[in-house]
């Protein structure tokens, strides 16, 4: 796992999956990041405080968590897009040109109104 607080990069481990409860597919086939809201605790053997932000390598079978204090871990996993991304303002594209359409469409109303 990639470890970040206060923009500073930490170390890596490996493992994954969850201990909270069954998953629809192999962990190692998702991308899995968390934030620790409140508290701390133990993840996969590294320690994680408040408002670290964990990136979890695609590899493993399990993310265990162990915690000695009430806490708050915001857990995420997702099946990759595998998909080029290109983002501006509030739009999100796969490529400057679907950037740019999207900029024009906005622009010429077709997005809707609100009164």
Same mark, same amino acid.
């Given at each position: 796992?990639?470890?970040? +607080?206060?923009?500073?990069?930490? +170390?890596?481990a ?13 962990? +190692? ?5 968390s934030?620790?809201?409140?508290? +701390?605790?133990?993840?996969n ?7 670290? #932000?964990?990136?979890?390598?695609n ?12 806490s708050? =871990?915001? =857990? ?22 679907? =950037?740019?359409?999207? #900029? ?6 077709? #997005?809707?109104? =609100?009164?």
């Open positions: 796992m990639t470890r970040k +607080s206060d923009n500073a990069q930490a +170390s890596k490996s493992g994954l999956a969850s201990s909270i409860g069954p998953l629809c597919t192999t962990i +190692s086939a998702l991308t899995s990041k934030v620790m809201v409140l508290g +701390s605790a133990e993840i053997g590294q320690a994680v405080e408040a408002l670290d #932000f964990v990136l979890f390598k590899e493993g079978e399990k993310i265990e968590v162990t915690a000695d204090e009430n708050v =871990l915001f =857990l995420m996993s997702g099946v990759p897009i595998d998909e080029p991304i290109a983002q501006y303002g509030p739009f999100v594209m796969n490529t400057q040109g679907e =950037l740019q359409e999207a #900029f024009e469409e906005f622009a010429a109303g077709k #997005f809707g109104y =609100l009164d």
